[in-house]
């Protein structure tokens, strides 16, 4: 079956957008086709910095066939509906609709049968909408035109079944009130040409290899031969082949000098992003600069030049690095070598005159001028005389970390505090200021370089961690205590303040904060009780200061909500339901390990066969409750239980719940969850013989109301244990 290709060929695309579009031209390629009846086989996007490229199998060379219904008046209705619904379906008469029973009343439909196009005929102007609709995160406008991309584009190649589609794009120039992005065919392209030979770019078979190696355009039939020209004019069409390329080069030179390619997944990605024929290099360190922290080294390869880092056999970093050019040279690359040698050597000098600067100067000493670095200014809205500065937020985390470290086996206090003191100060050194990525980090090596103990100038570089999910968690006591303390203050403060992830929007890292505790305290085991440490968070901030302004209670409810919900989003991975996580969180209970431990249990007891008959059960007892109550106008719950009304099945249940609760009461004192939920299911016999053999809803007052009241005390007895009614399922 036919083929269409698409390719979109402009100037370079920026890295960090190219995924993203070739993923938006897949999308909106298939679903304008499904929306024009054009079923086919496979859709498969690329790109390279410059070209979007789509090739869909299998599609038909003509549409279907296509009936539409238009549903008219009533039978009977009067003349002037009647009249209107004929024009609007394009009809002159009743007798070319149908007649169709509704219900009991039978109406006018309207039947239109449309034959299909061909696809070439299609196809032309669904591809100018998908000219239309595709997005960028930034656009542009070139030389005199007025239609925007994210690069001055070239070309459009737009073939189906060996043949060129008769297409344009209109770019809008020349005229005063130019139509911009209007869709035309080749001969209106061909006709304005002469006039304005740079207004439309039409559809075409022509496009061009490497930019330097092979620049001459040339002409394609279809994807096969499109792709093998490309390769034949250096160009590697496929993004994940160019990136296993670049791995592969890179990892056989390290290879032959006995050293390793240090992993990097982003900037080999990014890379990837830069060049459409990646030719491996290996270049020098200077020696002067080994010196410097390997954070430094790296960082400055990667961030400014995209050099890949390499490794000695003891993990240590090696005087060489690997560069990915997009060209191959005739000198087998030694200029290009020697450029970028020359260029780290200039980038490494600026961080060598950082490093020696930054050592002149005690992190300690630098702590005061923290009140003049702004944190968020919003602050100042929530209590007065406050200012939202840095200075103010490491008061707060001294405060936190010592009272944290009450909860943390082997944490000293006052280390803690100390840890807390220093965690800020390389914000205003000269190497944070050139590079941001490397705060704490460089706060680490300063603090060694002045003396400082390892468990402190461990915390200052881990005080961030972990900073996504797959990052290490700090283990050290020190640390634990500081990295909890960051990550409580900012959600506590973001949250008070207002600024509460929305949607997708999430511009303070809120949602990583709260896994980051989640994480932290269930790797660490910590017995942390979460209301009170945020309430101590209050306490820190408002020390010294009067007339708080705000609920507390409202924003620490509100925060411990939000980690609720990125508890089940992070138990989500290792398969735990998330109804179960709100089942057993709604009790309150605030101690994370805790709460896992109770939600693994009840995990398992659901998964039984007790635990699933006893969960019917309770929602069988929670709605007739609900319901009976809503027509009694009043509650059952707590009500005292007459046990003389009670027949046998009553009396065996009101036994069975009393030993229940307290079984439940000892078991759950003992964190003993697992026999908790051995006593739960003690219940399922005498429940489910007390719904086989009693009638709730006796006719005799009393005794109904008697009834309820047992139904009552069962959801109160499950419910010690989790929720549930928060249940699925």
């Known amino acids: 079956m036919p083929e269409l290709l698409l390719e979109l ?14 993923e938006d031209l897949q999308r909106l390629v298939t679903e304008k086709l499904a929306a024009a009846g054009l079923n086919f086989t496979s859709a498969r996007a690329f790109v390279t910095p410059r070209r979007l490229a789509l090739v869909v199998d299998g599609l038909p060379e003509r549409q279907p066939d296509r009936t539409e219904e238009r549903k008219g008046p009533r039978v009977g209705s009067p003349e002037q509906a009647i009249q209107g619904f004929l024009k609007s379906a394009g009809l002159t008469s009743l007798d070319q609709c149908e007649k169709r029973m509704i219900g009991k009343a039978e109406f006018y439909f309207a039947i239109s049968r449309k034959a299909g196009l061909d696809t070439k005929k299609v196809l032309p102007e669904l591809i100018w909408e998908i000219l239309m609709d595709l997005g960028w995160p930034k656009s542009m406008r070139w030389a005199e035109n007025k239609f925007r991309w994210v690069r001055p584009l070239h070309r459009i190649i737009a073939i189906f079944d060996g043949n060129v589609l008769d297409g344009a794009l209109e770019l809008g120039l020349g005229s005063p009130t130019p139509t911009v992005g209007r869709f035309a065919t080749r001969s209106m392209a061909e006709a304005n040409a002469k006039k304005t030979p740079q207004n439309f770019i039409a559809y075409s078979d022509l496009t061009a290899g490497h930019r330097f190696l092979a620049p001459k355009e040339f002409s394609v039939t279809g994807f096969a031969d499109y792709q093998t020209k490309l390769r034949a004019a250096k160009v590697v069409l496929d993004r994940e082949e160019r990136k296993r390329i670049i791995v592969d080069q890179a990892q056989a030179l390290a290879k032959k000098q006995g050293l390793t390619l240090k992993p990097d997944a982003g900037l080999i990605e990014e890379v990837a992003g830069l060049v459409e024929w990646p030719v491996a290099l290996i270049g020098r360190i200077d020696a002067a600069y080994l010196g410097l922290p390997p954070e430094v080294l790296t960082t400055s390869m990667r961030t400014h030049q995209k ?26 690359g030694k200029a290009i070598i020697a450029g970028n040698e020359r260029v780290l050597r200039a ?12 050592c002149k100067t005690k992190l300690e000493e630098r702590v005061g001028r923290l009140d003049q670095i702004a944190w968020n200014a919003k602050l100042k809205d929530v209590e007065p005389g406050i200012t939202g500065s840095m200075g103010e937020r490491v008061t707060r985390l001294q405060t936190l970390a010592a009272e944290l470290s009450e909860y943390i086996p082997g944490c000293d206090r006052e280390r803690a505090r100390s840890a807390a003191l220093l965690c800020k100060a390389d914000l205003l050194t000269g190497m944070v200021g050139e590079f941001p990525e490397l705060q704490g980090i460089m706060g680490r090596y300063y603090a060694l370089a002045e003396g400082e103990s390892a468990d402190i100038a461990n915390a200052i570089a881990e005080h961030y961690a972990p900073k996504g999910p797959d990052d290490r968690t700090p283990s050290a006591p020190v640390s634990v205590a500081l990295a909890l303390a960051e990550k409580i203050d900012t959600l506590f403060w973001m949250f008070a303040i207002g ?3 929305t949607g997708s929007r999430d511009p303070f890292a809120l949602r990583r904060a709260a896994l980051g505790i989640i994480r932290l305290v269930l790797d660490n085991k910590l017995r942390l009780p979460l209301r009170r440490i945020f309430n101590l968070t209050d306490f820190a901030f408002a020390e010294g200061k009067v007339g708080v302004t705000w609920d507390r209670n409202r924003v620490v409810g509100e925060v411990l909500d939000f980690i609720g919900d990125r508890l089940k989003v992070h138990l989500k991975t290792d398969g735990v339901p998330h109804d179960q996580v709100a089942a057993v969180f709604a009790l309150g209970d605030d101690d994370l390990v805790r709460v896992l431990e109770r939600v693994r249990a009840l995990g398992v007891f659901l998964k039984s066969d007790d635990g699933t008959n006893l969960l019917v059960a309770y929602r069988r007892a929670a709605n007739i409750l609900r319901i009976e109550e809503k027509k009694d106008s009043a509650s059952y719950s707590g009500a005292d239980y007459d046990p003389k009304l009670a027949e046998a099945e009553e009396t065996v249940l009101w036994r069975g719940l009393s030993d229940a609760e307290t079984a439940l009461a000892a078991h759950l004192a003992a964190e003993n969850f697992a026999q908790a939920m051995g006593a739960l299911a003690r219940l399922r016999r005498p429940v489910d013989a007390f719904f086989d053999k009693v009638t709730v809803n006796a006719p005799e007052a009393n005794l109904r109301q008697n009834r309820l009241r047992l139904l009552a005390r069962i959801t109160s007895v499950m419910n010690r244990v989790a929720d549930f009614s928060r249940l699925e399922g």
């Open 499 to 501: 600024e509460k992830p």
């Open 307 to 332: 050099y890949c880092a390499l490794e000695t056999a003891d993990g240590k970093l090696a005087p060489q690095f690997i560069v990915i050019a997009n060209t191959e040279a005739n000198d087998g």
């Open 347 to 358: 980038r490494l000098s600026d961080a060598k005159y950082f490093w020696d600067l930054d």
């Open 9 to 22: 060929r402009s100037e370079e695309i920026p890295a960090r957008m190219q995924a993203r579009a070739a």
